[in-house]
């Protein structure tokens, strides 16, 4: 089962106990979270814990919903998103990887939208995130 690395419901993780799990990619972390004030400077974070099943995940919102969760990992993170329709037509069409467009077209239709995950373990996918988190705002 693939879950958070902070599974402590009774702790809930900080920018130390981040740095220290995540290593060389705490700094695109920090980039992911950035951007998307830069973009929206009125987001809100939050840590939630869904679960025993997940552990701890963090949210960046706006006043509404949520934009992108960031889920750590040993080394690494992932981000999560949740497209609705036109959304998800605007980013099939779009620059981002033709793997990230396959695994959106490929998601399951709920009546909250598609989700889809992605690792986050280099600098490699840090445009199409972006990209992606663009595409959330705007729809």
Excluded at 16 to 28: I, K, M, V
Aim: aromatic share 12%.
């Amino acid at each position: 089962m693939d879950k958070s690395i902070f599974t402590d419901k009774n702790n809930t993780p900080n920018d130390s106990d981040l740095a220290n799990a995540l290593g060389p990619c705490y700094d695109l972390w920090q980039n992911m979270k950035e951007y998307v004030f830069l973009k929206y400077p009125k987001a809100t974070v939050e840590w939630k814990y869904p679960g025993d099943k997940y552990g701890w995940n963090f949210r960046l919102k706006d006043k509404k919903r949520a934009i992108v969760y960031l889920l750590p990992r040993d080394q690494y993170f992932k981000v999560a998103f949740v497209f609705g329709q036109k959304a998800t037509d605007v980013i099939l069409k779009s620059h981002v990887s033709e793997a990230i467009k396959a695994d959106l077209a490929a998601a399951r239709a709920y009546a909250e939208g598609r989700g889809i995950t992605i690792e986050v373990k280099n600098s490699l996918v840090v445009n199409d995130v972006k990209e992606l988190i663009d595409v959330k705002m705007a729809h």
